[in-house]
């Protein structure tokens, strides 16, 4: 078994989180980030932005002596082991309509049992949720995607795109949630160094993949039609992550700062009963055209 460098992937994480904010101070141009350390990890909040009107980069590296439940659902045979978890994670909800939500998470799980090698897996990717869909920018989305993975297979896109679309859908609304991206978990294929390698370029390929977004939708004018579709779309993306989130369910079963934890909700949302969209409208092309899962690089 290939050496397991706990201390190499935190130093990376912690690295990432402020890469990532100062990306995202440059782009927004008016809010920074206001750190809250609580000693398991620092969580970074952005409100009230020229562009992002709420946005969270998290850090934390949590441990416990009994693996949570929501972490051996799919492996009981890790049940009762000590662990530690660590990880970044990160929701960005700009103010503009036009300029979609993200979200991307890295992360590092380790369980340990005296007289047994450790068992370590790496997981995350990303995804996008628009409200108003445009081509371009998923087609974006998805070529720097797979150019993140090209490096380590040709079957590794594909294979974590579709995992995207089937783990980021609302099952009770028979719905995606957004226009997917990457998701992988349970990753130690090919020893440490090469699952780290591969956790690594997903992360640094974050900003790559959702700044040029931000910055080509910014001065789109909009009005209150689109305030309140983007409101009440913002509705799924609080659902989800209620009902089927595993990293919700992980951080609240494990101890974890719930404040951190739910900074992934966007600031205001609204829900309306039975609503449809017009027919032809933009508001049912995001149905038609964007939500249902599609080969954005074909």
Request: hydrophobic share 35%.
């Amino acid at each position: 078994m290939s050496h397991v460098d706990i201390a190499a992937v935190k130093q990376y994480l912690l690295s990432l989180q402020d890469h990532i904010c100062a990306e995202l101070e440059v782009c927004d141009g008016q809010a920074r980030f206001v750190e809250d350390d609580w000693g398991r990890g620092r969580s970074r909040v952005m409100t009230d932005g020229a562009l992002i009107e709420k946005g969270g980069v998290n850090f934390s590296h949590v441990q416990g002596d009994t693996m949570p439940a929501s972490a051996t659902a799919h492996r009981p045979e890790l049940a009762g082991r000590r662990y530690q978890a660590m990880g970044v994670s990160l929701v960005i909800h700009p103010l503009n309509p036009y300029l979609p939500t993200s979200h991307a998470n890295v992360r590092f799980f380790v369980a340990e049992k005296d007289g047994e090698e450790p068992v370590w897996w790496f997981g995350g990717g990303y995804d996008l949720t628009p409200y108003y869909g445009f081509e371009e920018d998923c087609r974006h989305w998805h070529q720097t995607a797979f150019e993140a993975c090209a490096p380590f297979g040709d079957e590794v896109y594909p294979r974590y795109k579709q995992w995207c679309d089937e783990y980021f859908y609302l099952k009770h609304r028979d719905e995606a949630r957004g226009v997917g991206g990457l998701f992988f978990d349970d990753l130690n294929e090919g020893g440490f160094e090469r699952s780290f390698g591969f956790m690594q370029a997903v992360g640094d390929s974050y900003c790559k993949a959702y700044v040029p977004i931000l910055q080509r939708r910014r001065e789109m004018p909009w009005g209150e039609r689109e305030r309140q579709f983007q409101l009440y779309r913002r509705g799924r993306y609080v659902e989800f992550n209620l009902v089927f989130d595993r990293g919700t369910l992980f951080g609240l079963q494990s101890g974890g700062r719930t404040e951190s934890i739910l900074m992934s909700l966007p600031p205001l949302v609204r829900w309306e009963y039975n609503w449809q969209p017009e027919d032809n409208s933009p508001e049912q092309a995001l149905y038609r055209d964007f939500l249902p899962p599609r080969d954005w690089l074909a």
